[in-house]
């Protein structure tokens, strides 16, 4: 499925997208890095786009920023910039 929108626009209209991506940018994966660790614990990087994009936790006014699009442009866009995992074996998380 086609998005009708993109990340940097949803930043326009969000700006702490862009500080939330600038965050996903600075993770620096050591030897024992844990990507799925670093999304999905508690205050992780999903539970913050479900504050600020989705139908779920979103608090905006804005109804674009309110829809599962939105929440899968910015899931999508920041999930491939997150660095891969560095451990041996399965996922510590």
């Known amino acids: 499925m086609k998005s ?3 990340f940097d626009q949803l930043c326009e209209i969000e700006p702490r997208l862009r500080h939330l991506e600038t965050m ?3 993770i620096q994966a050591e030897k024992k890095f844990c990507a799925n660790e670093v999304w999905y614990r508690k205050e992780g990087i999903k539970s913050r ?3 600020l994009v989705g139908y779920e936790g979103c608090h905006s006014k804005n109804d674009t920023l309110c829809t599962s ?5 910015v899931y999508q866009h920041l999930w491939a910039i997150l660095p ?3 451990h041996r074996g399965d996922c510590l998380f």
């Open 69 to 73: 699009e939105a929440y899968d442009v």
């Open 4 to 6: 009708n929108i993109t």
């Open 24 to 26: 996903v940018k600075s």
């Open 49 to 51: 786009i479900r504050q």
């Open 84 to 86: 891969d995992c560095r």
